[in-house]
């Protein structure tokens, strides 16, 4: 149903160095940079989560809303959220299974420097 998701960001370096080492940890690199964009995905020229430098003027959407990434295991799920505090993100739920939200549903949520909740998620088989 969604091709991709565009972030503004405020500062394009500090948010490549979070996103290049975040991302990785769930199997995504990026795909291409501009003077003031860049595409991360698996492969090929199409990318699910694109950023755009806006500057200034970069708002977070605020509570409610986040961007739930897909992790190929527990271990990624750790990595992730270990990556994210490392490079400046903010903890907003250690990983750690979350059954309120089904069964096998193991995630971790941080939010990124420019105050974009993000969630890394894996769903174990049951």
């Not at 149903?1 to 972030?7: P, Q, T, W, Y």
């Not at 500062?11 to 003031?36: K, N, S």
């Not at 990595?79 to 939200?101: L, N, S, V």
Request: net charge negative; aromatic share 10%.
């Amino acid at each position: 149903m969604i091709d991709h998701v565009s972030l503004g960001v405020s500062d394009m370096d500090r948010a490549l160095e979070f996103y290049d080492h975040v991302l990785a940890t769930l199997g995504f690199r990026r795909l291409w940079t501009t003077d003031r964009g860049a595409g991360f995905g698996t492969v090929g020229p199409d990318e699910p989560l694109a950023l755009f430098e806006v500057g200034a003027e970069a708002r977070s959407p605020g509570i409610g809303c986040h961007l739930a990434l897909t992790a190929p295991n527990r271990a990624a799920v750790d990595a992730f959220h270990r990556a994210a505090i490392e490079r400046g993100g903010r903890d907003e739920g250690a990983p750690g299974p979350r059954p309120q939200y089904g069964a096998g549903y193991y995630a971790a949520f941080v939010r990124d420097p420019d105050g974009y909740k993000l969630e890394a998620v894996f769903h174990e088989p049951v």
